[in-house]
């Protein structure tokens, strides 16, 4: 079991039996910068985005007492910040989403510097994430849900409401267009 995994185990562990704010604060810390990316995949809006992550966290505070387990974790509670945007489109009276002029940083989110990320020139690096942002939406989601988040496949298919098999043709997609983009 990785530390991460372990560090999100004792952080449910306490704010579901000790009612800790400081254990929600610390969940906050670790989710923060994915979830407003995702949120603002979807609204457009930073400060849309912050509100909507600030409602995140109060649904996660009110129902810490229903079994929230770190195996499901990240799948709930991106489910919840999926329907929070939903709900807050819906207000807005805003009919669809388009994701594909949003630029998505294949290496955000990284803390750490490998000696593989060195050699990475900043020209490809550029390549990269503009071959990324010309994916279709769905492929464009799928490939930051599972390469930037890190989300196993069955997390980030039921995030977008998919099957894992569509999951995986988007990913194929998304793959062979930024190769194929690369190659040119």
Same mark, same amino acid.
């Given at each position: *079991? ?5 560090? $999100? ?12 704010? +400081?254990?929600?604060?610390? #969940? ?7 979830? *407003? ?15 909507? #992550? ?5 649904? %996660?505070?009110? /129902?810490?007492? /229903? ?6 974790? /990240?799948?709930? $509670? ?27 940083? #294949?290496? +955000?989110?990284?803390?750490? %510097? ?13 390549? $990269?994430?503009?071959? $990324? ?7 464009? *989601? ?17 995030? *977008? ?5 569509? #999951? ?12 194929? +983009?690369?190659?040119?």
């Amino acid at each position: *079991m990785s530390e991460a995994r372990r560090q $999100i185990e004792q952080l449910l562990e306490d704010l579901t039996s000790g009612d800790s704010e +400081k254990a929600l604060e610390s #969940l906050s810390k670790v989710y923060y910068g994915r979830l *407003m990316r995702y949120l603002y995949l979807w609204v457009k809006e930073e400060e849309a985005a912050r509100e909507l #992550l600030s409602d995140v966290f109060l649904a %996660v505070w009110d /129902n810490r007492h /229903n079994g929230l387990y770190a195996a499901y974790f /990240n799948t709930y $509670i991106y489910r919840i910040a999926k329907y929070k945007a939903i709900n807050y489109l819906k207000k807005q009276k805003v009919e669809t989403v388009v994701i594909d002029n949003l630029p998505v940083d #294949l290496f +955000k989110g990284f803390c750490t %510097v490998t000696p593989e990320d060195i050699y990475i020139s900043k020209e490809k690096v550029r390549e $990269i994430n503009e071959a $990324i942002e010309k994916l279709p939406a769905k492929c464009k *989601m799928a490939f930051k849900l599972v390469r930037e988040d890190r989300l196993s496949y069955g997390e980030a298919a039921e995030i *977008m409401d998919i099957s894992v098999g569509t #999951l995986n043709a988007h990913l194929y997609k998304a793959v062979k267009t930024i190769k194929e +983009k690369l190659s040119e």
